[in-house]
């Protein structure tokens, strides 16, 4: 039996996703066994401390775009920078093409 609180099987599951891949909040909660909780998975990457190893920059919409903007002003501009970083494009409106750089896992592991 998993004894990890919902938090922590997010943060493990994020934590998975490898440098130059993307997941979407729905692809995270899905594949830490909490599907249609993507909105906790937003949640959860909210309450992470400052100085922290999970790679929450790697989460984003469904739409390929970011999603952190309101709770943070100029926060969307931070995690562009470590996702361009790290080699993940983005076209001309802000989007990432998930074909392209979706987490391989996030598309062929079981719902």
């Known amino acids: 039996m998993d004894t990890l609180s919902k938090h922590q099987r997010i943060y493990r599951t994020v934590r998975r996703i490898p440098a130059g891949c993307v997941a979407t909040y729905g692809d995270i909660a899905r594949l830490a066994d909490l599907p249609g909780h993507a909105r906790l ?8 401390p400052e100085f922290t190893d999970v790679p929450w920059q790697r989460v984003i919409n469904a739409k390929g775009t970011i999603s952190l903007g309101r709770a943070y002003p100029g926060g ?3 995690q562009r920078h470590l996702l361009e970083t790290e080699g993940v494009e983005f076209d001309a409106n802000g989007r990432v093409d998930l074909k392209r750089f979706r987490w391989k896992a996030a598309t062929t592991l079981p719902a």
Do not use: D
């Open 76 to 78: 969307e501009l931070h």
């Open 41 to 48: 998975v937003g949640y959860a990457l909210h309450a992470l």
